[in-house]
């Protein structure tokens, strides 16, 4: 050890939804710890996307009931929006939430919280700009790195130099866009497109690939933008954008290549939404010994170790999904394997998500398309959520539900519920999942009524082709 460092039994780069709950646990196991925070605790979870964004979606969500009461027999109309108090609300919630953290982080016996930014110089060794001035050198034998992801910026002609949003500023703006154009169509661009429509801006969506969600089966995304497209979105597939001009205040105007044809899409504000890139490049992980990969993520063995013995990444800087309860899980899996002398690891793990729009998307397990070229015997259960009676009662009938089944073993492969509560309908087939039940379970099982959950019956009664 050297002496001018300060020692410690574990450093934790980052207080995002792993390495705050590892941090206390490992600290109140009776090590000596250090959390390294260059910002605000919680992580990108509580401070700019999971927290904020759905406590907005919220509020997109009540101008959209308001707009639809006279469907019900209410006559209501909607008077007006105060996005300023939609923000305002949305930084509330999010205060409450991160000084929650911050107490417990901070009354946690052995447990210091260091505010700066740590950058390796050494494998074992860090020297954190501290957030006050100066450097402090720690180090441990023990380091996990949580350093989290940022928003990306393309290389596009014209936006380095030109005023848009990124998916953490456009949640701090007081303005509500008369046009929001998005680039990308990935679940944040569709998300925020979604939330500023029902708040009554303009929006357009323009995607490079071909569909919507890219990573979702086609008639999923063909779904998914039709119920978008009614609420009055417009949405440009298959189109690249290769300039951005601002000729004028509250005037952008995107140069696009369109089926091969270029035209020019104009609006008020830009959201430029095409994916996040990890938190790596300014850690000095050459002083380690660790390589990252060609996108900057750290790479790990299953048990979310890097290439250097004693130093770890979990969360969104490991190449994982970047969602908050797999980073959580990788908490888990740690925790478990140094204070238990465990052996979890992320071989096999379920990786579900939701895309939180309206209706939302919950997904888990494999898709027809990575089925069928895996190579596996398989059948399709679908229906449209316009059969489910409570749906039908609550006016929310858009959407699908979709379940890959192995033809084998009759267990679930995989499944899409874009429906009214997808995530929470989602969860279910999970847990049938993870017990290894066949899908007759589901089919046969007894349901209460009127729930969505019944609709399970009538899809796995329903097998196509």
């Known amino acids: ?21 590892l941090a206390i646990e490992l600290a109140k196991s009776g090590k000596k710890v250090a959390l390294v925070e260059r910002w605000h605790v919680g992580g990108s979870c509580v401070n700019i996307a999971c927290t904020p964004t759905k406590t907005m979606i919220a509020s997109a969500k009540v101008a959209h009931i308001v707009n639809k ?34 107490k417990q982080l901070l009354s946690t016996q052995g447990l210091t919280l260091i505010e700066g930014e740590a950058r390796f110089i050494g494998k074992k060794l860090l020297k954190v700009s501290m957030n006050t001035g100066g450097q402090l050198p720690v180090q441990a034998d023990l380091i996990i790195i949580n350093s989290g992801a940022s928003p990306s910026r393309p290389p596009i002609d014209g936006l380095e130099t030109s005023t848009y949003f990124n998916s953490t500023s456009i949640m701090e703006s007081d303005e509500l866009p008369r046009h929001l154009l998005i680039i990308g169509g990935g679940y944040i661009g569709l998300e925020f497109g979604q939330m500023f429509r029902r708040l009554g801006s303009k929006v357009t969506i323009i995607q490079l690939d071909k569909q919507l969600l890219p990573n979702e089966d086609e008639d999923i995304a063909e779904e998914v933008a039709k119920i978008l497209r009614e609420e009055g979105i417009e949405i440009l597939c298959n189109a690249r954008t290769i300039k951005v001009e601002a000729p004028g205040e ?6 696009v290549v369109k089926d091969e044809k270029e035209q020019t899409v104009e609006g008020s504000h830009l959201l430029v939404a095409t994916g996040r890139v990890p938190n790596s490049a300014n850690l000095n992980l050459e002083s380690t010994g660790i390589k990252t990969d060609k996108h900057g993520f750290i790479p790990v063995n299953e048990y979310l170790e890097t290439e250097v013995p004693g130093i ?17 899980d990788d908490y888990r899996i740690l925790s478990k394997n140094i204070l238990q002398n465990g052996n979890d690891s992320t071989s096999g793990r379920q990786l579900p998500y939701t895309v939180f729009i309206d209706p939302q998307l919950g997904r888990i397990g494999l898709t027809e398309k990575a089925a069928k070229e895996g190579g596996y015997d398989y059948k399709v259960f679908k229906m449209p959520m316009s059969w489910v009676a409570r749906a039908i009662e609550t006016g929310e009938t858009e959407g699908i539900m979709k379940a890959i089944v192995n033809s084998k073993n009759n ?18 087939l999970q847990v049938a999942m993870l017990a290894g039940l066949s899908y007759t379970v589901l089919r046969d099982g ?3 009524h009127p729930s969505i959950s019944e609709a399970l019956n009538i899809l796995f009664d329903t097998p196509q082709g």
């Open 1 to 21: 050890m050297n002496k001018e460092f300060e020692v410690f039994d574990a450093i934790i780069i980052g207080s995002g939804q792993g390495g705050t709950p």
């Open 446 to 448: 007894i349901f209460s």
């Open 250 to 255: 509250k005037r952008i105007v995107l140069t």
């Open 312 to 328: 770890y990444a979990i969360g969104d800087v490991n190449g994982e999904p970047q969602f908050t309860h797999i980073s959580y």
């Open 411 to 428: 267990q679930i492969l995989g499944a899409a519920i874009l429906g009214l509560e997808g995530g929470e309908i989602m969860a279910i």
């Open 69 to 102: 009461a006279k469907e019900f027999g209410i006559n209501s109309i909607l008077e007006s929006i105060d996005f300023s108090r939609i923000v305002q609300r949305k930084k509330e919630v999010v205060e409450s939430f991160r000084e929650g953290l911050q």
